[in-house]
């Protein structure tokens, strides 16, 4: 009788956490790069539960202001010492090598070595996550600890990697709904052994993509993608700037599984559908939460929301990046992320959804003065057992708003009360006959953004 | 020299909350419902204070959603025990019957006895209110005290009332003043033998209904109601479509007699002129109140405030229904209610019609630069003693923002001054010849209702 | 490289604060009123430091509501006792003389002297300051101590005046810029040996105008008056009303040289570029500042926010008048202001113009997606040391908001950065080539007034 059929069903979610943390695990080993074979086999092992169309964009390709760079591919890296043994051994954790350094293979001394040498002094068993994209360099990436032990002697370095035109891949789900109005579900698949950042946001989004898909009806449509941070997004906005128009609401998804409480980031436009809808969930959600407002910086939104792109995508995750020390570390791993938190940011995700599915305005049939409950079996002193305050009170905020005016969302925030309850009345008074869809302003009654205050 | 003259002179309502108690008293023992002879009873001991017209609208009428429902009175009942002892009497507490009970005389097992008994266990010697207007069923309401000494055995249970075919009964005043625009008054009057719920509203309104007729001129017509909860504003509703495009302002009063702050409910619009009004008026009363936001929920402002209504009708009451423990008990009683609150709510009442009857919009004749005061003696160092810096500012205040686009609220408002001070400075700038009232707008210059932020 | 070529340069600015003082002490002997040869001497040692137009203005002269009056000079005044000692003497404080005192010259009893005398009696040691501008009288302004010292015997008093037709005189300085809209700064030159009230006000005014005067270019044109207060900007407005549609920002400057915290309040409009500007000064300048609404209350800003006028002037002040006890008394003088808060109230009035100065809008070329900001030097990563993220940030802003529809201050306002990282920030975009000013609405990109929220 709800007029949302995606409440998810409790007794198959039992073990969704441990679904979740699963997928991060297998994923971890992989080194991603934002190119080359890592992305690919993370891919391909989305596709076993999520159907994937794998795009590959050639390197050289212009999107924008950038260019498509050559596909980065690593086999082996090491330091040798005197002996031969390999004191630095990127078979041991793929953070070891510097992302995108050019390949090399020469012996060095100590001193030539440490330029090349990263560390995280702070943190003195860590070790840290360094890139170089767009600058040729080569490094490695150590513990403070394992520094300390080198000594004054010529060592054997060799990156055995490939930086050549090849391609830049990305994956893409699209879950057809009766509109072809969009929501956009964007993670990035380009860090090696991170398992917060993002691991739990590729694990989150499949998750919600086999929800998605599983779902009887679908209102909006569904767009997942799975791409390399900001090269990809940038990529995928230039190739798709026809379908742009078509994306109403979007969510980045990162940094899901570690503790720290869920924060959402508003879009740069600021109180958009996708922004209210996600308020309300993170304050309906009995869990400490925290919005901030958007800042030019972080992750795809950054391109979601430049000025010329301009959507309505804002960014779910728990303690946002760099506020936390394990944050492109090697301690952001399997022990920091946990089954529940995942499970907890896969509900936010589905909460925003229903309230995205569900957001409809209605008109009421009996405008003049309220309709009388009781003769049709909806008011306590009447109706059955079971029925409390808060579900009479959702009713009656329901038909006093209901005035072709307000969409559910915006009931339910004037009212205070959970979009759940606010939908279920709505779904109670359809039956009785007492509401019907305001329908005539397309089959979406989507309210105006609204015209934020600034703090 | 005011522009308005409608401040109550002190030397008149030295008793007037003597006054306002006596009434509550007189009506005390009257049993009323939503309809039958106690209202009509209560409609004529006010009809002696307060010109009425008495309206009888017959059982079956359809209003809306709704239908006048049979006409309830009630002669008797009691609980005989099996001495013939009357263990509960209708004649020691009209609250021992539930309201609209239907006819009923047998001999009953305590076991069915007790299926009709309602109790507060919470508070053992009060007597709850019950009611069951639209279902059909009878009882009786005792103290949990009373309850307790009922013995297994068998008692003559009487209701001797009547449920049949008559009418539905209010009262209605109405006020004309220089304009056509109404400000309504409405009040509940189906309530038996309880002070605060509602005696103490029809108190007030009657001696404000008293103090508006012998004002020497109203700008506003006045339209005082006093008619049964819910049923009773959806009959006048019903009845006075048409009328409804004149009624400008309005107010629910309500629970003005117990201890506790005065409360504001606003209006479903939230920021009409009534709301600014009221809470004006509390803000700067001189003891502590409370402004509260419209909820679908409370009394007739429900059906004023209905969607298709959209009345601009706030509720004015001291602690609200539910949020006291005597509420709708026996303990709503004469001791709980007092000259003084009935008094002191009565003064705002006063203050809120001063307030819409004063707010007029003016026009600067100076409107270049400041006008010389001292050449006029409104200036300080040069009039006479007695006039302070506040007098001073609100000139100030009124000549700055009498730019034809700021009412004497809008004034008071943005000075924090009081509106009396305000409309008594345009008062003397009037008689300075530096203003005249802004009357291009019709007779009067109503602000624009202002948005309203959600907190 | 920046877009403001206003910054002061700090090697020239190190004795400011002494400067500033050294005007304040070279004004602090002269005896001014609001009219007469103290005004004109005041304005001839302003004349030594910048171009001044001097204005003499009829008494009799009608000005909107008011007339210019007579002029008043004195020459010397006492009270002598029955020895012929002089026990109050002009020459020793020009505050003895209530300014605008009619001339009187005979012998008083002590009584009617007394009705002449004015006292501090909670300051007994200093002398108050009064005047009688628009009501013919004399009087004497005495410490405490002093009045007590009078026994019961005759005094000869004299004031040797003169209030006769003559001029009232103003001091204008007109600096061009680029564009004809104007800035207008304000300080009133009417007061006699008071130091805070407003010698400070005018020091600073002076360095300002001299400041502006020394740049290599204005984008804004500069109007700085020096007047009496109140009749000298309502003469003043009065004779240029065909100049006000330039005037496009506004201060009112005084009471800038005592201890205390700069507070600006704001224009009667409250939402203005000016009042804009003068709360990000004050919120970035380090120091604990203050902002208040308008009130119709003040200096010469209610004249300038006068309902017909209407200017976006605010006012730019240490403590207001009259919320510390030395105003208009002998101890506002020479040791309650001090070259540091001088020279810092002359900074907060610099950034407010490198503000409004610098204050453009800016069209990015490259509004979809982030630009690639290292290949351009500008990226951290990339770029060389030196830049830290606080610039980062301001790049990404200005890049993000570079949308034509945001001014530089609004991009501030919303980053919260300093108005001068943004300005900075834009100026290295423009150029890298990746932005350039929005010229379609003129010379002046001026973002719309907000619509202020009353508190």
Known sequence: ???????????????????????????????????????????????????????????????????????????????????????????????????????VRKRVALSELQAHLHTLPEHPSWIPYKTSYYAENWGFCVSAEQAATLTDAEYDVCIDASLAAGHLTYGECYLPGA????????????????????????????????WLSTLPKRRLSYRLLFIPGTIGSITWLARNQDRLGAIRHGLVLTGL??????????????????????????KHSGQATEIRDFIPYGYDERQYCSPGINLAVGCLSRTPYGEYPEYHTSADNLDFVTPDQLERSLQACQTIVNIL??????????????????????????????????????????????????????????SGLSFGSIDHAAALLVHSGLLSERLDTGSMAVPEEKVRRDA
């Open 1 to 103: 009788m709800s007029s949302s059929p995606l409440v998810a069903d409790p007794t198959t979610v039992t073990n969704i956490g441990i679904e979740l943390y699963g997928l991060v695990d297998e994923l971890y080993p992989i080194c991603r790069s934002i190119t080359g074979h890592g992305v690919r086999e993370t891919l391909h092992r989305i596709e076993q539960r999520l159907p994937l169309a794998i795009h590959e964009v050639a390197s050289g390709t212009p999107v924008f202001d950038w260019t498509v760079p050559p596909e980065w591919n690593i086999r082996d890296a090491w330091i040798k010492d005197q002996n031969g043994d390999r004191v630095v051994d990127f078979q041991r954790s793929n953070l070891h090598v510097v992302s995108y350094s050019v390949p």
């Open 179 to 210: 509109s072809t109005e969009e929501v956009l579900l964007s993670c990035h698949v380009c860090h090696p052994s991170l398992c917060n950042d993002n691991l739990s946001g590729i694990a989150v989004a499949v998750a919600l993509g086999r």
């Open 257 to 282: 599984g570690a503790p720290g409480n869920l924060v959402y980031k508003r879009s740069r436009r600021g109180a958009t559908e996708i922004d209210r809808a996600a308020v309300h969930a993170l």
């Open 357 to 414: 599915e569900g957001n409809r305005t209605y008109v009421s049939h009996n405008p003049m003065c309220e309709p009388q409950l009781g003769k049709r079996g909806l008011y306590r002193a009447v109706g059955g057992a079971g029925q409390h305050p808060v579900q009479e009170m959702a009713l009656l905020w329901v038909l006093n708003l209901a005035d072709g005016g307000h969409s559910l969302l915006d009931i339910a925030e004037r």
